[in-house]
């Protein structure tokens, strides 16, 4: 089971001032999940090197027995530190793709072409992806086989409204998730805000915030395990 992981090199909270990337939970809970079932797992950004974490995520109260596990993994840290260029991998040498979120994916991941181009790889070979909170957003503009938005038709969730309305961020994000899903034909399904929430349509798996990357991840090697 090979499987890719794709995190943003986005640093910058719009005008903000403030730091943004990538949401610790969002990748620690996934890698244990992958790695702990016997995965090979692999680790790309645009920029390749070392992603940005949003600080915000080290935070003591968004610490979990999981993100200190990675933040105590020497291994892991140095897989992190030296991520693939994104331009650099392909669909062919992976089973699945996975999407952590944070705020940074909004800003990079969601326009860029490399992205999108795996992204319609994958869907085109058969093969399930899985993307959590704000990562979802990232499929703004991939099309399926049919040249209609991916996600036109289908259950998908993310990160709501009213989430990104509690942390301040309504007025400051390119794009809120929700909408945007839903704009593009997307059948939008939420729990209560920061409930964990995973919804599959098919080959695509989408969680809803941070406490959703873990079950969404479980999902995803339970759908690859009867493939």
């Not at 945007?180 to 989408?206: M, N, Y």
């Not at 873990?214 to 999902?219: D, T, Y």
């Amino acid at each position: 089971m090979k499987i890719l992981i794709v995190l943003t090199s986005h640093d910058k909270l719009g005008d903000t001032g403030r730091k943004t990337g990538f949401w610790l939970e969002e990748l620690a809970a996934p890698y244990y999940v992958f790695l702990d079932a016997g995965a090979e797992i692999t680790l790309a950004s645009p920029k390749g090197g070392q992603p940005p974490l949003d600080p915000k995520s080290s935070e003591p109260e968004f610490q979990t027995d999981l993100t200190r596990r990675f933040q105590a993994d020497e291994a892991a840290k140095a897989r992190l530190a030296n991520t693939a260029r994104l331009d650099s991998v392909r669909q062919q040498d992976f089973d699945t793709v996975f999407y952590p979120g944070g705020h940074g994916p909004m800003w990079d991941l969601a326009e860029d072409p490399d992205s999108i181009r795996l992204i319609e790889s994958f869907v085109g070979a058969g093969k399930p992806i899985a993307l959590v909170c704000h990562a979802p957003g990232v499929l703004r503009h991939v099309e399926g086989p049919d040249g209609r938005p991916l996600v036109a038709g289908k259950t998908v969730t993310g990160f709501t409204n009213s989430e990104e309305e509690a942390v301040g961020l309504t007025h400051i994000v390119p794009f809120l998730v929700e909408d945007e899903l839903q704009a593009k034909g997307g059948r939008f399904s939420k729990a209560a805000d920061w409930a964990p929430h995973v919804v599959r349509d098919g080959q695509l798996i989408t969680g809803q915030n941070p406490a959703s990357s873990g079950p969404a991840a479980r999902k995803l090697v339970e759908v690859l395990a009867k493939a």
